[in-house]
């Protein structure tokens, strides 16, 4: 009975009449009409005047720096150019660039803003690590005392010159 069964619902089940079609046809667009676009050389304007080089625009690296640890603290104020008066703190002046970077990495790591100016000097050229800057001397002075207390250091705070 079982097999009288499955010879009646195997074709039902399973039809091999016919094979499947597949369609062939492709359904992708065809590609689209791109011209490329012509862009015209740029110009420089006739009535800009070249910036000055990096060495005369940030004075970092001269030898007028002079230390400056009055205690009077000023109020935010603004130069004869009309730019803010500010303060970095030299924590320390290498020969080696190598030295400056690593004290530089440690300085960020202990998030103080940071940076190494190279600075041409009578001895040579030097590698000053700088924090700063602050545009409140108190601010820098409260901050060399953190510097000189973590890092065992003697550091100066000097009159930021850009």
């Known amino acids: 009975m079982l097999l ?7 074709p039902l089940l399973f039809d091999f009449s016919d094979q499947r079609q597949v369609d062939k046809t492709s359904m992708i667009p065809p590609p689209p009409d791109i011209k490329p676009a012509v862009i015209p050389e740029p110009r420089r304007p ?6 000055k080089p990096d060495s005369e625009i940030f004075n970092l690296g001269s030898d007028d720096l002079e230390p400056d640890e009055s205690a009077a603290d000023q109020q935010p104020s603004l130069d004869e ?8 703190i030299q924590v320390a002046s290498f020969k080696e660039q190598a ?17 190494a100016q190279q600075a041409a000097t009578d ?3 030097t590698y000053r690590v700088l924090v700063g800057p602050k545009i409140r ?4 002075l409260d901050e060399k005392q953190r510097i000189d207390r973590d890092y ?4 100066i705070v000097l009159r930021f010159k850009p």
């Open 46 to 51: 006739e009535n800009i005047t070249p910036a």
């Open 123 to 125: 001895a040579g050229v």
């Open 137 to 140: 001397k108190q601010a820098a």
């Open 99 to 115: 030295k400056a970077a690593d004290l530089v990495a440690r300085l960020q790591k202990d998030n103080y803003k940071s940076f």
């Open 152 to 155: 065992d250091s003697q550091s």
């Open 81 to 88: 150019n009309s730019i803010p008066v500010a303060w970095v």
């Open 4 to 10: 009288a069964l499955g010879l009646i619902f195997f």
